[in-house]
């Protein structure tokens, strides 16, 4: 059912309407009085002079009348006036068709021919433009045309020639014919009224959502921060006490024990080596985060890499009933050895972990210029629809139980992460029940490759050098304190940086070995600076964390200090003090009991 034409519509849209007519009242201002003016002029003679100017000064006053009253309400159409501002229109577009229908009343009986046709003329132009401007509410366009073109076919009708009489019904069936131009525009303008409504309101909406959608963004983010701080204040704390159990489990084994003792140790031990592996887990996620991963580039072998992960993995494998195969290959590929290292190791750890019986396979072809290296496996296999998502960190399959014995669930997220920072692509093709092939594309190296040479080292040595420890935890201080003088060093202990000043004063250390995260938010990068300051740049020292915070790993790895991370084995740090002693501190002098 349509619309009633003389149904104003409801106030949001009428007011959107009477902005188009009001507008439009403005535009045709000084048009409408050019055109009463030349009418004046052209069909005035001494038999209609005087009514033809009163109509002409009508037309223009009620034209101004008009231009006035839109000016004054085309700023602020309020909805509560909407429909009075529109009944005021209709009764003054009534009244100006009333006067442009009354010239044919003046003219028409004096007038020759010509002047009858432009009289019609000039009132058919003033209906049909009409159409353009005032139809956007049709009462309005109504009460201006009805009475402009009845005025006429009335005057046509009294004349006394038939052809008049035919002409009013023409003029009859222009009005029937401008009615139904009108309704049409006055459709199309309301549908584009409506068409914006709606635009607003959707943008509204997705304004909301965006809001919403901003919102939860933040949320996550704020979400995700809270986590990584939550990590790594755990991480911390966790490699506190398993560094120093680390440390004194070392100087125990090297006491005399019974036989039942050194199991019980072993096996201590060996739970200790897990924890410290799941924290070095976290670590390289939290160093792929931070962005502190700069790759060592040259050319290695390959199958030096595979014949090492084969030794560390396949007795893993053989405890699972697992068969671990690789193959030969002469490869010599351009990369980092120890990230790709990392990437197969998390690789080969993950086959191992999710396969339940048959084995795996460790191989590389090469493909063009490229190096394929991959990892099949047998094992339960990932969902087209799991694929992507197990590459995100803390995701496991078929783990609701969260065995530690699986890991934490980052080994493809480090790996992944990996080997975005290399450049290189790490694909994955999984069919459920059969198993899984990961796929990690190395450039082939265009020069030759570094050989490693095999240096015999001996047995380690004694250390004869004082060795400063900065730590604010106590049972960190004292297993450092038995350790190192195991290795024959002389040991000063300090808790903040005052305190190791002082001592630093009394007795120069030739190196100063400090915790990252000091008392009082006071940092180990503090101290070292502050100790370099009193007894020279030289200065040797080793920086120790525990922190696995991006923005902390950032600042330690800045600073140029070497750094090792919590828990530390004892051969680790072995290394590190040999690497950064002079050479006059070291004693050659084979120790018995030593075997970091």
């Known amino acids: 059912m349509g619309r009633n034409p003389l149904r104003l519509a409801e106030n949001r849209i009428l007011v959107e309407q009477l902005r188009l007519v009001l507008g439009n009242v403005a535009s045709t201002v000084v048009p409408i009085c050019l055109l009463a003016l030349l009418v004046l002029f052209l069909l005035s003679d001494d038999s209609n002079a005087w009514a033809l100017r009163t109509w002409c000064a009508g037309a223009i006053l009620a034209n101004l009348l008009a231009y006035a009253y839109a000016r004054t309400h085309l700023p602020d159409i309020q909805h509560r006036q909407a429909r009075s501002i529109a009944w005021a229109l209709v009764a ?149 006490p398993i560094h120093a159990q680390g440390l004194f489990l070392d100087v125990l084994s090297r006491t005399e024990l019974s036989p039942h003792q050194r199991e019980l140790v072993a096996c201590v031990g060996s739970a200790s080596h897990a924890s410290a592996e799941m924290l070095n887990t976290l670590l390289d996620f939290s160093r792929i985060e931070a962005g502190v991963i700069e790759p060592q580039w040259q050319a290695f072998r390959l199958q030096m890499l595979l014949n090492k992960i084969e030794r560390e993995f396949e007795p893993q494998a053989d405890a699972k009933g697992l068969t671990y195969r690789s193959r030969e290959n002469t490869l010599v590929v351009w990369s980092d050895p120890a990230l790709v290292e990392l990437i197969l190791r998390n ?94 594309a190395l450039p082939i190296a265009d020069t030759p490759p570094i050989e490693q040479t095999n240096t015999e080292h001996g047995k380690p040595r004694v250390l004869s050098a004082r060795v400063l420890v900065i730590d604010d935890d106590e049972t960190v201080r004292t297993a450092m304190r038995h350790l190192l003088r195991d290795w024959g060093c002389e040991c000063d202990l300090a808790e903040s940086i005052e305190e190791a000043l002082v001592l630093a004063k009394k007795q120069a250390p030739d190196l100063v070995i400090s915790d990252y995260r000091l008392r009082e938010k006071r940092t180990g990068i503090e101290a070292i600076a502050a100790l370099r300051e009193l007894l020279g740049h030289a200065l040797p020292a080793l920086l120790i964390t525990g922190d696995t915070a991006p923005d902390r790993l950032r600042e330690a790895m800045a600073s140029g200090i070497p750094l090792l991370h919590k828990p530390i084995s004892p051969s680790q740090l072995y290394r590190a003090l040999v690497t950064i002693l002079p050479p006059c501190t070291r004693i050659g002098v084979t120790m018995a009991k030593f075997d970091p």
């Not at 309101?201 to 901003?214: D, I």
């Not at 803390?394 to 014995?405: A, S, T």
């Not at 980052?410 to 459920?432: C, N």
Request: one cysteine or more.
């Open 92 to 240: 003054q577009r009534a009244a100006s068709g009333v006067i442009w229908g009354a010239l044919i009343w003046i003219t028409f009986d004096t007038a020759s021919l010509a002047e009858r046709i432009l009289a019609l003329a000039v009132i058919a132009g003033m209906a049909g433009g009409a159409v353009s401007t005032q139809s956007a509410v049709l009462p309005v366009f109504f009460a201006f045309v009805i009475p402009a073109v009845s005025l006429v076919a009335l005057k046509l009708w009294q004349m006394d020639d038939e052809a008049y009489h035919a002409l009013g019904l023409v003029c009859l069936l222009y009005l029937v014919s401008l009615f139904d131009q009108a309704r049409s525009s006055a459709r199309a303008a309301r549908t584009t009224i409506e068409l914006r409504f709606e635009n607003t309101g959707l943008m509204g909406k997705l304004h909301q959502k965006t809001l919403v959608a901003e919102s939860a963004r933040r949320e996550a983010e704020q979400g995700n921060i809270a986590k990584s701080k939550f990590l790594a204040a755990a991480s911390h704390d966790l490699r506190q």
């Open 347 to 440: 690789l080969v750890s993950n086959a191992i972990n999710y396969t339940g019986q048959g084995g795996l396979l460790v191989a590389c072809r090469k493909r063009g210029e490229q190096a394929v290296l991959e990892v099949w496996d047998t094992g339960i296999g990932i969902e087209q629809s799991q694929q992507g998502e197990v590459f995100r960190e803390f995701h496991q399959l078929g783990n609701p139980e969260r065995d530690r014995h699986k890991g934490l669930g980052l080994g493809l997220a480090i790996a992944d992460g990996l080997a975005r920072t290399l450049g290189h692509e790490l694909s994955l093709t999984s069919t459920p029940h059969r198993g899984s092939v990961f796929r990690l």
